[in-house]
């Protein structure tokens, strides 16, 4: 009874926070009908997890209270709409300016966002730079992953030759309307990496993955 019920539980104490800014234990006890000590578990696993943030907020003489609010991790885990609004802001925009001046714009915005990944990546090994790339995807939203492999495509320990694979599209509605984003991000990759990258497989064409394959120049 208890593993099902502590997922709601947490579940249950994320969403009063992103409702109510912040509470205290006591009141999200009282709130939700559990036992303090039982929140207080759920409130320390979580904020393990780093999903949730305390601050000590002292009130006269009496023992301090801990309040707790989410952290834009904890924020993150809320799905929004914000891939819907994009998709009309370009659709609009692609209406407005032309075919020719929206491909200008979605390769600068694919340039810029290369210079900011390769920044960020820095200078290390190839295999550091691939690691950092997955880091960097993953906090994107992407189910990202990546390998090295052989010349034959078969996965290895070590090697020059790398396999990354995205088992999610964090812009897929745009990627549906706008399927020239993945060849800037095709592009993207490989000036942030700087190093050849094919593309293997595309969720676009209905496979289950996007995949490329990464190796030195």
Known sequence: MTTTQQPSTKQDILHHLLKQGQSTAQ???????????????HLKDLEAEGLIVHEIVQSGMGRPNYQYALSQEGRDRFPDRYDDFAVSLLGTLAETVGAD???????????????????????????????????????????????????????????????????????????????????????????????HVERTHWLVNGEHRCGYLIQPK
């Open 27 to 41: 009141e999200l006890a009282e709130r939700l009908q559990v036992s303090p000590q039982g929140i207080r578990r």
């Open 101 to 195: 001046q929206m491909g200008s714009i979605l390769r600068k915005q694919w340039e810029r966002k290369a210079m900011e990944y390769r920044d960020r990546i820095g200078h290390g090994s190839l295999k550091e730079r691939v690691d950092q790339l997955v880091a960097l995807r993953r906090r994107e939203g992407y189910m990202a992953e990546c390998y090295p492999i052989d010349a034959n495509g078969v996965a290895v320990e070590h090697s020059d030759r790398f396999i990354l694979t995205e088992y999610n599209c964090a812009i897929s509605h745009i990627a549906e309307s706008f399927p020239s984003v993945c060849g800037h991000e095709l592009e993207m990759f490989a000036v942030a990496l700087d190093c």
